[in-house]
């Protein structure tokens, strides 16, 4: 049986049309947090509010999201607005 947890790889749209990835076990915590709801959130997004979840996937494990996000990160703005 595998202990895996689940986690979100996701992309969120910025105000200026900029994109965000990154991971999280919490997508709809995270997604407050970036908005500024609730403590937290990354610096980037602090500036660019609101920000819109464009796109997210479920994966087991920490490994495989942030290997997942390292994709993600290498993909061209348009890769990343087509996804």
């Known amino acids: ?15 200026d049309g900029s994109f965000y990835c ?8 995270r997604l407050k947090e970036h908005n500024g709801v609730i403590k937290g959130g990354a610096v980037y997004t602090k500036t660019r509010r609101p ?9 087991k494990g920490r490994s ?3 290997k997942r996000e390292y994709e993600i ?3 061209s703005h348009l890769e ?4």
């Not at 920000?51 to 994966?59: A, S, T, W």
């Not at 990343?80 to 996804?83: D, G, I, P, Q, T």
């Open 73 to 75: 990160k290498q993909l």
């Open 1 to 15: 049986m595998s202990t895996d947890k689940i986690y979100y790889l996701y992309i969120l749209e910025c105000s």
């Open 22 to 29: 990154g991971i999280a076990r919490d997508l709809g915590k």
């Open 64 to 66: 495989n999201a942030l």
């Open 80 to 83: 990343k607005s087509n996804l």
């Open 51 to 59: 920000v819109y979840l464009k796109y997210y996937e479920k994966l």
